[in-house]
């Protein structure tokens, strides 16, 4: 993270994580950009320099076309907007359980945060 000051105001600048999330989905599932970019509707003449400018930080894609590659790739949206691998995998692998298990997950982390209370106060 980098502050630059002018005067009274300052602007931060900020990495985006989807650019990483992107490539790690796609190598994971083993398609070329080239694939990826045309299977979410990206004409085949810039689909690949348009999945590598995304992948670069160059450029963001918009929301729309983050869910059409979340899709596409079978990840959920929110992998794509993680700042830390671990949250990321978490969320993945949270996404491929069933309904039941979901509860079940969401009901240990509960418990837990319940007994971690408990030993605060």
Do not use: W
Not at 52 to 64: D, N, V
């Amino acid at each position: 993270m980098s502050f630059f000051l002018l005067g009274a105001h300052y602007k931060m600048s900020i990495k985006s994580p989807i650019g990483d999330r992107i490539y790690q989905a796609r190598r994971s599932v083993k398609v070329t950009q080239l694939q990826l970019g045309a299977s979410i509707g990206i004409d085949i003449n810039h689909a690949g320099t348009r999945i590598c400018s995304y992948e670069l930080g160059r450029t963001e894609p918009k929301f729309y076309f983050v869910k059409k590659i979340a899709s596409q790739l079978g990840f959920p949206v929110e992998f794509f907007y993680s700042e830390t691998n671990e949250i990321a995998l978490l969320l993945k692998g949270y996404y491929e359980l069933s309904v039941k298990d979901r509860k079940k997950v969401s009901g240990l982390i509960e418990e837990l945060a319940v007994i971690k209370n408990k030993k605060e106060n």
